[in-house]
């Protein structure tokens, strides 16, 4: 359908919205024979991704992550907790995505929206099983004391790729993350050493004065791809979500090892050759976002 | 902003005991980031945070960050009984969510929510402002920051219409007396207005960027 009348500018514009309105199907199909998408983006590449580092100065880690213009802000604060009998040197990592009512016109207050619950599952089994984080760094006494992290993802602006987003800020949040100074006082306690009170300093505590750091070995990074008939689409927008159903996740390891590949149903079926289709793009997203994440933490250290 | 589930083990946080709530004489009282009493802290605003949003705006002011949505004018589930005149019922949202609090965070989110809903082009008498000032012991502090929050005697919260000079809400709690009152609300209502003036050009700013 094309606006081939000569009349002016607005109406031809108004009929281009419409049809997108009325048929986003085909508006996006005609897209798509030409091999790009409505925002000029070729199939296989995602949106321009941007992290700062530190966004919220009262939390002990923290990072906003933009993909496009999904946002997401990570903050992870640091409580003592009594670790379990079975792991008595381990602490424990806390994992929790919000998705508060501004993101979105489709959440409603009081009524968490489903994506909400699925992406803090699927987040908590990614960083965990991904061994991005030794569990035994957040320990501080021996089957007495050890860190519970607990990370809170809240998205701002959800337009597609949710966990993609969430992901990378979660990352981000963890190589930002400064463990505080601690010791144990008299009654048993695990207090923050201020700078005006002399106190021991836990043995098993390194004895730099400096707050630490965690290791992370192979940050995990993903890309989630639509597949439409023969099209794979990578890094989708909310719009495009919402007309193609079928969605694949696929998470690497900076180590180009797989952590996790995600297909929850949809109507077009994923064969092997898809797969590894959609594999190969995440393995150049892998080395964009990697990169992405470097620099972030390289202007942290400048500063 | 950490959240605790209800499966996970108790946990304390190691701060030590956050509200010994030492007297400081305030007659030494400075404030933190060098401001004067009657200063408030500088305002970053900036409108179109949020895409997904009819109309959003993000704030700061010092540490306090908060970032407003508005969706609207949409459908409203209330009125479904029969009528035999047309009738269309519309509701707008307001959401805000305080991204970190550094003191004075209702007053800067209604400032927020007075931009979101102008960028949402929302039809409105007028742009609203808001600020509060906390009174410590003879003092009266301006804009407070949380640290000179927890220590107040008492505290007012003015918004008004700057344009119209229309108070819409005040609100005061604690210690106050007659001429205290008079002259924090003075305060505010000078505050207020030149608030005002700082979201009007941070609007006009869009439309200007629009055109080039």
Not at chain 1, 40 to 45: E, I, M, Q, V
Not at chain 1, 65 to 89: F, Q, R, W
Not at chain 2, 129 to 154: F, H, Q, R, T, W
Not at chain 2, 191 to 210: E, F, I, P, Q
Request: glycine letters at 6%; proline letters at 5%.
């Amino acid at each position: 359908m094309a606006a081939a009348n000569g009349s002016s500018e607005l109406y031809s514009e108004m009929e281009v919205d419409a049809f997108r309105r009325l048929f986003p199907l085909r508006y996006h199909e005609q897209h798509l024979l030409k091999s790009v998408r409505t925002d000029a983006r070729k199939l296989g590449s995602a949106r321009d991704t941007t992290l700062a580092l530190g966004a919220v100065a009262s939390a002990d880690g923290s990072a906003l992550a933009k993909i496009g213009s999904t946002t997401m802000l990570a903050a992870i604060k640091m409580e003592v907790m009594t670790p379990t009998v079975e792991c008595p040197d381990e602490g424990s990592i806390a994992i929790e995505f919000h998705m508060p009512p501004i993101c979105s016109p489709l959440v409603r207050p009081g009524r968490p929206a489903e994506a909400a619950s699925v992406i803090s599952k699927q987040l908590s089994d990614t960083i965990l099983s991904s061994g991005m984080i030794d569990l035994k760094e957040l320990c501080l006494v021996g089957g007495k004391a050890a860190w519970m992290a607990y990370l809170d993802i809240y998205c701002l602006d959800a337009d597609g790729s949710l966990f993609d987003a969430a992901l990378l800020s979660a990352v981000a949040a963890f190589s930002h993350l400064n463990i505080p100074v601690v010791s144990l006082n008299e009654d048993g306690r695990i207090v923050l050493v201020s700078e005006d009170n002399v106190q021991l300093k836990l043995e098993k505590q390194p004895v730099n004065s400096e707050k630490r750091k965690l290791k992370l070995k192979s940050p995990p990074f993903s890309l989630t791809c639509l597949l439409h008939k023969n099209y794979i689409l990578a890094d989708p927008t909310a719009e495009e979500e919402s007309i193609m159903e079928t969605v694949v996740t696929v998470v690497l390891d900076s180590s180009y090892q797989l952590v996790s590949l995600y297909k929850p149903g949809g109507p077009v079926l994923a064969h092997t050759s898809v797969i590894q289709d959609c594999v190969a793009l995440a393995r150049r997203r892998m080395k964009e976002l990697h990169s992405v994440l470097n620099e972030a933490i390289s202007d942290m250290e400048v500063d | 902003m950490a959240s605790k589930t209800g499966s996970t083990p108790a946990t304390y946080s190691p701060s030590p005991a956050t509200h010994k709530k030492k007297r400081i004489p305030i007659a030494d009282w400075v404030c933190p980031d060098n401001r004067g009493f009657y200063q408030c802290r500088p305002a970053y605003l900036r409108t179109g945070a949020v895409s997904t949003a009819a109309g959003s705006a993000y704030a700061e002011f010092g540490n306090t960050k908060v970032i407003v949505s508005v969706f609207g004018p949409r459908e409203s589930k209330k009125a479904m009984m029969y009528s035999d005149t047309g009738r269309l019922n519309c509701d707008v949202d307001v959401f805000a969510v305080v991204l970190e609090s550094g003191g004075s965070d209702l007053p800067v989110v209604i400032s927020c929510a007075s931009l979101a809903l102008a960028d949402a082009g929302i039809l409105l008498y007028d742009l609203f402002a808001s600020v509060s000032v906390s009174c410590l012991g003879k003092d009266l502090v301006i804009d407070p920051i949380s640290e000179e929050e927890s220590y107040n005697d008492g505290s007012l919260m003015i918004t008004c219409m700057p344009s119209r000079n229309q108070v819409t809400q005040l609100i005061v709690d604690g210690e106050w007396s007659t001429p205290k009152i008079h002259d924090a609300m003075e305060l505010c209502l000078g505050a207020c207005s030149k608030l005002g003036k700082v979201m009007r050009s941070c609007l006009k700013d869009v439309v200007t960027d629009l055109k080039e």
